[in-house]
């Protein structure tokens, strides 16, 4: 074994530089700062909410099955407290969109056309109050997952989700609706006497009217997905053809009208909500 000379002189072994015990060059020799090193994961992987917890599939698909329940209900209970008043609403609409309302009477072409007319429009209702419901039970069962911000945010979708489902219901009652009918009139006057069935027309009324509901919540799904990090407005800007398309095939495929007037108005009314919910982003800088 060689030994150090016990000189005051002499300098003790290095372990800064040259050779160290273990033979490797002090350049190649671990850091012993007390850093750690850095990992992969750093920047791709933040903790959740304190409250946030796993739960085994089965749980996640019956509490989603319980708060769709939910849904289910309340939309029921409104549809039991309306339905009395459904003739006059089905009155009221009559007057205010078919052409000579008190000439061109509906017709009905089979016992049961009144009474599921009725259930129609006491559905309307339910669908505008489930709206809400709904996006309150989709916040219950995300809450877990979500920032005290986000739930403030997420709480605040609630009433704003049937403001903007009655606005389109308005919408479509005010300024849709006298549009269609006119057009038909006018599409179909010199050829033929038009004779209003009340479950046809009450099909294209109550169609439109709920498809409004819907398509004006696009603002809300819009913003609340870009507060949950899934989109960005920068993202939907650059796919905007590809909801564009979307929003035209989705019109066309579940319209009533052969015509394409009413598709065309709906594909229209989706894209300047879409448009306008992203140019109101970009002004706010968010």
């Known amino acids: 074994m060689a030994e150090y000379p016990d000189s005051p002189d002499s300098d003790p072994p290095s372990t800064d530089g040259g050779t160290a015990q273990s033979g490797l ?3 190649e020799t671990p850091p012993t700062d007390g850093t750690d090193t850095p990992s992969v994961d750093d920047g791709l992987v933040s903790d959740g909410p304190e409250s946030d917890e796993e739960m085994p599939l089965a749980d996640h698909i019956e509490e989603m099955m319980k708060r769709l329940g939910v849904v289910f209900l309340v939309a029921g209970i409104v549809m039991i407290v309306v339905y009395p008043f459904a003739g006059d609403t089905i009155n009221f609409l009559w007057a205010s969109h078919i052409p000579e309302a008190a000439t061109n009477r509906p017709r009905l072409y089979g ?12 559905g309307l209702a339910g669908l505008v109050v489930g709206l809400p419901v709904f996006v309150y039970q989709t916040y219950r069962f995300m809450r877990p997952g979500l920032y005290p911000t986000e739930r403030r945010y997420y709480l605040a979708s609630v009433p704003t989700s049937l403001v903007l489902g009655v606005l389109g219901v308005l919408f479509a009652h005010f300024l849709v609706l006298p549009f269609i009918f006119e057009y038909f009139t006018q599409y179909t006057g010199d050829a033929a006497t038009v004779a209003y069935g009340l479950q046809e027309t009450f099909n294209l009324i109550l169609i439109l009217m709920g498809w409004m509901a ?4 696009i603002p809300l799904f819009i913003m609340l997905a870009i507060m949950m990090g899934l989109v960005t407005r920068q993202w939907l800007e650059a796919k905007r053809l590809v909801f564009w398309g979307a929003f035209l095939g989705i019109a066309f495929l579940f319209s009533p009208d052969p015509t394409g007037m009413a598709p065309i108005i709906v594909t229209l009314t989706m894209v300047g909500l879409f448009e306008g919910t992203l140019a109101l982003l970009r002004w706010t800088g968010n």
């Not at 016992?111 to 006491?122: D, G, N, S, W």
């Not at 819907?214 to 919540?217: C, Y």
């Open 111 to 122: 016992p049961l056309e009144f009474i599921l007319t009725k259930l129609k429009v006491a």
């Open 214 to 217: 819907l398509i004006f919540q």
């Open 25 to 27: 060059p002090a350049e």
